[in-house]
């Protein structure tokens, strides 16, 4: 393989080369003099928006690796004292001067000029959006929601269990449900679920606060609710509530009873009178689970192996993750739950966090991550930091697509024909059963939101009755409500990133149409796919859809098209 070309920074022009954040008052300057630039014509205009885009790129990037530093150690108290000064020395004042800067760019009369060229106009709308919603008396309060929203990750990262003698994460514990002894599944499931419940008084102390804390955000910026205020804070310009509401009425339609169909057979399999949680896992034909590598280091080369066959740009991409030290991917204490791929707005390589074990979950986990990556890597060279802020339904397309279109050259972690059909049939199952959960998560936030001064109580009921509209009717929960009763406190997103889950859904379906492409015409369907990362956050959702030659559409008659396909491509396997 040719040397690799490990990318450097690129030359500061308004930052000095040696500028490091430390505090405000280092940073007051530079903001003050973008604050005080005369601005004469649309050229500056644009070059004043080159110099602001280079210092949110150096900002972006220390907040990236404080963030990173603080979930891979959670336990390492400078590294959280330092992420936390960002969060409420230095974020807080940034927030008042970033509207001035909006305002000024604004009110500019050269702003006409640059919005007829590509990108400008989205630049232009978000720019609108952000003084639309902004409000001094909420930068507090967002300070609050920072630090809270961080105990969730310090109270996930010390959950630990005790099974075989040995103490494990709930990631390392959850290999166990698959194991083929169905007592040693039950006794994981159970050490899991009771070490979850001992901090569910806490959690729900914690999410009720947030709620309250978001409520007044909402409030404070005229709207009736936190959801409406999300959907404007997150440029949700191209869809509306209605459309998510859609959205769980065609999943409910047209995948739940595939749903239905998959645990009857996998019940029927298993010789079981009655399917429980911990059987959903397990293989049906009694296989020990699915190995897809030895370590983070095994994982890391075939990963590359697997993106370079793809496409020789792509596994120089994760290639260059790995040169740089940008991949943190084994789970071990202390280290905070769940995965990432972190942008980095100056250097243009982000990281990738996850906590893999062995599994075939933390295989498709790289490949979803490492899709982000790609688009990270094919939007790096872009004029501005904001081209490069793609919406979140796109970002999703790109690590959804990955973990399909990479499936014909998983024989690198799966050198066994019957392994590697295995593996194929678990990701496609897999999808049957993402979609509803989306549309659960989703629909319980709207309720939540719509909703702000319920109880626990009308919590736990309402959490109960989406749950049931979206799980299939064939497993059984008895003796287990307490467990059923607070399993949204495992997902993350909820705390952390809330309205932030609904784009798994979305972005699904496009991968699905994605990798239908690819099927029929390898070449052009990853061309498609490419292209319309590239175009990072240049024009509107559905435009980048096209690009990739997909729709955006979320209509019970394209679900069922494409729940159609994968049941086809299932029965291939």
């Not at 990432?340 to 979950?361: C, D, K």
Request: with cysteine; proline share 4%.
């Amino acid at each position: 393989m040719a040397s690799l070309e490990i990318p450097v920074r690129p030359a500061r022009l308004f930052v000095t080369e040696n500028f490091q954040v430390t505090t405000w008052e280092e940073l007051k300057p530079l903001f003050d003099r973008l604050l005080s630039q005369e601005i004469r014509s649309a050229i500056e205009l644009r070059n004043w928006l080159r110099n602001r885009s280079e210092l949110e790129s150096i900002l972006s990037e220390d907040m990236g690796w404080r963030y990173i530093r603080m979930t891979c150690f959670t336990e390492n108290e400078e590294y959280r004292n330092a992420y936390q000064y960002f969060v409420e020395h230095i974020q807080p004042n940034i927030a008042p001067v970033a509207d001035q800067l909006n305002k000024k760019c604004f009110e500019s009369p050269f702003l006409d000029e640059l919005s007829k060229l590509e990108g400008f106009d989205i630049l232009i709308r978000n720019l609108k959006k952000e003084i639309e919603i902004f409000r001094e008396e909420n930068i507090p309060l967002l300070t609050e929601i920072s630090t809270d929203t961080q105990k969730y990750a310090q109270l996930s990262g010390a959950m630990m269990v005790v099974l075989d003698g040995k103490e494990m994460t709930l990631q390392q514990a959850a290999v166990l449900l698959m194991s083929i002894d169905r007592v040693k599944r039950e006794e994981a499931y159970r050490a899991i679920s009771v070490r979850r419940l001992k901090d569910k008084e806490e959690l729900d102390v914690l999410f009720s606060k947030l709620i309250e804390l978001r409520h007044r955000v909402a409030s404070n910026a005229g709207f009736s609710n936190f959801r409406d205020y999300m959907f404007k804070s997150y440029g949700r310009f191209d869809y509306a509530p209605k459309d998510c509401f859609n959205f769980h009425e065609s999943i409910a339609r047209e995948v739940v009873p595939l749903l239905n169909k998959i645990s009857q057979e996998r019940k029927e399999s298993l010789k079981l009178d009655a399917l429980r949680p911990w059987d959903k896992a397990v293989d049906t034909e009694g296989k020990p689970p699915l190995s897809a590598f030895i370590d983070g280091n095994d994982l890391t080369e075939k990963s590359i192996e697997c993106f370079r066959r793809l496409d020789p740009f792509l596994g120089q991409c994760l290639s260059i993750m790995k040169e740089m030290g940008h991949l943190d991917l084994e789970s071990r204490k202390g280290k905070a739950p769940g995965g990432y791929n972190y942008p980095l707005g100056e250097i243009g390589v982000p990281f990738i966090f996850m906590n893999a074990t062995s599994t075939l979950r933390d295989m498709i986990t790289i490949m979803h991550e490492g899709g982000h990556a790609v688009h990270n890597f094919l939007t790096k060279e872009l004029e501005l930091g904001d081209f490069k802020n793609t919406p979140m339904e796109v970002a999703e397309l790109a690590s959804m697509s990955m973990e399909l279109i990479s499936m014909d050259h998983w024989d690198v972690f799966f050198d066994n024909e019957e392994d590697l059909k295995r593996a194929k049939r678990e990701q496609l199952e897999d999808i049957i059963e993402t979609l509803p959960w989306v549309a659960t998560i989703d629909k319980f936030q709207h309720w939540l939101y719509e909703n702000p001064t319920h109880s626990q109580e009308e919590r736990k009921q309402n959490w109960n009755r989406i749950f049931n509209e979206f799980a299939d009717t064939v497993t059984d929960w008895s003796g287990l409500a307490e467990a059923k009763d607070y399993l949204w406190q495992k997902q993350l997103h909820l705390f952390e990133v809330p309205f932030y889950y609904i784009e798994y859904g979305m972005a699904q379906l496009g991968a699905i149409a994605v990798w239908r492409n690819v099927t029929n015409d390898p070449k052009k369907g990853l061309e498609g796919y490419m292209n319309a990362l590239k175009k990072g956050n240049l024009t509107t959702i559905p435009e980048i859809y096209k690009a990739a030659g997909i729709r955006f559409d979320f209509s019970r008659g394209y679900i069922n098209e494409l729940m159609t396909f994968v049941k086809a491509e299932m029965e291939k396997i």
